[in-house]
């Protein structure tokens, strides 16, 4: 048995961040997620769900 097609219906971006600890990454991407999820829809990520 073979598995259905994946099919891809939204653009996908990977976003990597770099930097000393508790310089703020995770709370740049916590407030990136909410800002695209608002105006591309999505999922809202909260701080401490990253």
Known sequence: MSKA???RTKPH???GTIGHVDHGKTTLT???TKILASKHGGEVKAF???
Do not use: L, R
């Open 5 to 7: 097609k994946f099919e």
């Open 13 to 15: 971006v990977n976003v």
């Open 30 to 32: 916590a407030a990136m």
């Open 48 to 50: 401490d769900e990253i």
